[in-house]
């Protein structure tokens, strides 16, 4: 099970820190993802990272403004957001993905992630 929180309401400019808590099962081995959903619009990756937090990857719109990292032994993952900007709006949701693959780029895909979580409400005021 992953629970996401952290989300909530802030102003264009400010910052929040979303956290992944993974229970259950171990996922240590997993490769870990942010994606989100703006309003009307299809969920996207955001970032990602495995299991040993060597490998990190931001998609270029949040690249520089959001930081990823996690704690396997607390089994918790962290999306440290600042200068966020109206854009950002979404409900963000963070998914574990155990497949490997020769190519990173492949966890940016959705269909790979076996467990979600349910997702927490990211709204920015202009």
């Known amino acids: 099970q992953l629970v996401e929180s952290g989300g909530g309401t802030v102003q264009a400019g400010g910052s929040l820190r979303l956290s992944c808590v993974a229970s259950?099962?171990?996922?240590?081995?997993?490769?870990m993802g942010w994606f989100r959903q703006p309003p009307g619009k299809e969920r996207e990756f955001v970032a990602g990272i495995n299991f040993l937090g060597n490998r990190i990857h931001v998609v270029d719109p949040v690249k520089g403004r959001f930081r990823l990292s996690r704690d396997s032994d607390k089994n918790t993952m962290y999306l440290q957001m600042n200068s966020l900007s109206p854009d950002d709006t979404a409900v963000y949701y963070c998914?574990?993905?155990?497949?490997?693959?020769?190519?990173?780029?492949?966890?940016?895909?959705?269909?790979?992630?076996?467990?979600w979580g349910q997702g927490t409400q990211v709204t920015v005021s202009s």
């Open positions: 259950g099962r171990s996922f240590r081995e997993y490769f």
């Open positions: 998914a574990a993905n155990g497949h490997i693959y020769s190519n990173d780029r492949e966890y940016f895909r959705q269909d790979g992630y076996d467990s």
